[in-house]
Nanobody, 125 residues
Framework: QVQLVESGGGLVQAGDSLRLSCAVSGRTSVYYAMAWFRQAPGKEREFVASITWTTGTTSYADSVQGRFTASRDNAKNTVSLQMNSVKREDTALYYC??????????????????WGQGAQVTVSS
């Protein structure tokens, strides 16, 4: 059973940087796609970024392209989301997600099987 635990959320000011991490346990192969989603109050959950564990290929939502960077650390078994130049509209509960047995080259933006409990990011002006 895959378990995901997010950390690194908090309160920051607009323009600042923040790094979220997701500790992954129970992973039994390298054929995984990992992703970050977020949900703001009163809104639906939306895709933020994804990455393939094998090659590190990434995909980003238009709203964060150029500001956020997803990465994975095989030795530490973690995935991270570096958030730069944050905006008030980035305020949300951020979720880490995993999709096992993914053999594609482009990380998907939907259909993930395992989810973390979420980390709150609040951006003040």
């Amino acid at each position: 059973q895959v378990q995901l635990v997010e950390s690194g959320g908090g309160l920051v000011q607009a323009g600042d940087s923040l790094r979220l991490s997701c500790a992954v346990s129970g992973r039994t192969s390298v054929y995984y796609a990992m992703a970050w989603f977020r949900q703001a109050p009163g809104k639906e959950r939306e895709f933020v970024a994804s990455i393939t564990w094998t090659t590190g290929t990434t995909s980003y939502a238009d709203s964060v392209q150029g500001r956020f960077t997803a990465s994975r650390d095989n030795a530490k078994n973690t995935v991270s989301l570096q958030m730069n130049s944050v905006k008030r509209e980035d305020t949300a509960l951020y979720y880490c997600a995993a999709r096992p047995w993914f053999f594609g080259t482009s990380p998907p933006r939907a259909n993930y099987d395992y989810w973390g409990q979420g980390a709150q990011v609040t951006v003040s002006s």
